[in-house]
């Protein structure tokens, strides 16, 4: 399996704090089945900066430390952007880590709402031949309550990234509810673990990958896995047309 959203690299954001840290992360990794992994630490955020230039310098030493420990896990470069304004400008200063440095990147909203230039922003992203991913839009509060803030997104060429931890009811059932209806809508596309660490923040990719097989059918699963395959080879992924989540079928979330 492939996982295109971690913070694994040590000590540059809220993810693994030190290389021993990070060496159980790449254990647990494997364990789950994980065999290529994405460093995306945190970037533009009020508490983390990690300009494409420092990703890449990690990366390398991590891969180093992995080979000599004899962990089979290739780590590959990322970053988890929070959305700002000066994207473009950054990207083309050669300061954004696209996933895999091909033609995806990780986007982050605030917690609590999509910003407003959002959809003027993607559209420039896209101009520069970069497909958004918004990562845990399931885990927004704004698009719980519209997730046509999502469907106008994803109708305009986003993708979206579930985490695996939402699938498996960590973050509660509301949200795990919720995962589920996104990938019901066509408004999901890839998941990934997002893990912080090997206990409160674990990868449970396998797991996940059960769930939605679960609910509907081996075939998604086996989309959903190439889907990640695309995503660090650069290339076209599989998505069907995006509905809109109906408020009915919201009812009982909350």
Same mark, same amino acid.
């Given at each position: 399996?492939?996982?295109?959203?971690?913070?694994?690299?040590?000590?540059?954001? $809220?993810?693994?704090?030190?290389?021993?840290?990070?060496?159980?992360?790449?254990?647990?990794?494997?364990?789950? &089945?994980? /065999?290529?992994?994405?460093?995306?630490?945190?970037?533009?955020?009020?508490?983390?900066?990690?300009?494409?230039?420092?990703?890449?310098?990690?990366?390398?030493?991590?891969?180093?430390?992995?080979?000599?420990?004899?962990?089979?896990?290739?780590?590959?470069? &990322?970053? %988890?952007?929070?959305?700002?304004? %000066?994207?473009?400008?950054?990207?083309?200063? !050669?300061?954004?880590? /696209?996933? !895999? %440095?091909? !033609?995806?990147?990780?986007?982050?909203?605030?917690? !609590?709402?999509?910003?407003?230039?959002?959809?003027?922003?993607?559209?420039?992203?896209?101009?520069?031949?970069?497909?958004?991913?918004?990562?845990?839009?399931?885990?927004?509060?704004?698009?719980?309550?519209?997730?046509?803030?999502?469907?106008?997104?994803?109708?305009? &060429?986003?993708?979206?990234?579930? /985490?695996?931890?939402?699938?498996?009811?960590?973050?509660?059932?509301?949200?795990?509810?919720?995962?589920?209806?996104?990938?019901?809508?066509?408004?999901?596309?890839?998941?990934?673990?997002?893990?912080?660490?090997?206990? /409160?923040?674990?990868?449970?990719?396998? $797991?996940?990958?059960?769930?939605?097989?679960?609910?509907?059918?081996?075939?998604?699963?086996?989309?959903?896995?190439?889907?990640?395959?695309?995503?660090?080879? &650069?290339?076209?992924?599989?998505?069907?047309?995006?509905?809109?989540?109906?408020?009915?079928?919201?009812?009982?979330?909350?």
């Amino acid at each position: 399996m492939i996982d295109i959203h971690s913070h694994i690299l040590p000590g540059v954001d $809220d993810g693994a704090q030190t290389i021993e840290q990070s060496i159980e992360m790449a254990k647990a990794a494997v364990n789950d &089945g994980i /065999t290529k992994i994405v460093a995306s630490p945190h970037h533009q955020t009020s508490k983390y900066y990690n300009e494409k230039s420092i990703v890449v310098e990690k990366v390398q030493e991590l891969n180093e430390v992995l080979q000599a420990e004899g962990i089979p896990l290739e780590v590959l470069t &990322g970053q %988890e952007v929070r959305l700002f304004g %000066e994207w473009v400008i950054e990207y083309e200063n !050669n300061q954004i880590a /696209t996933v !895999n %440095e091909k !033609n995806y990147c990780l986007i982050e909203f605030p917690a !609590n709402h999509v910003p407003s230039y959002a959809e003027r922003l993607f559209y420039d992203i896209q101009m520069k031949g970069i497909t958004p991913i918004i990562v845990h839009p399931e885990r927004n509060s704004q698009i719980v309550e519209q997730p046509d803030k999502l469907f106008q997104l994803i109708d305009k &060429g986003a993708i979206s990234q579930v /985490t695996a931890s939402s699938l498996t009811g960590d973050f509660g059932k509301k949200i795990q509810k919720f995962s589920l209806q996104l990938f019901e809508a066509n408004l999901a596309h890839v998941i990934a673990s997002d893990a912080h660490n090997i206990t /409160t923040r674990r990868f449970k990719l396998a $797991d996940s990958y059960e769930i939605i097989g679960d609910h509907f059918g081996t075939e998604m699963v086996y989309m959903l896995k190439e889907n990640a395959e695309l995503i660090i080879e &650069g290339k076209m992924i599989y998505r069907e047309h995006p509905e809109k989540i109906k408020k009915k079928r919201l009812l009982g979330i909350f």
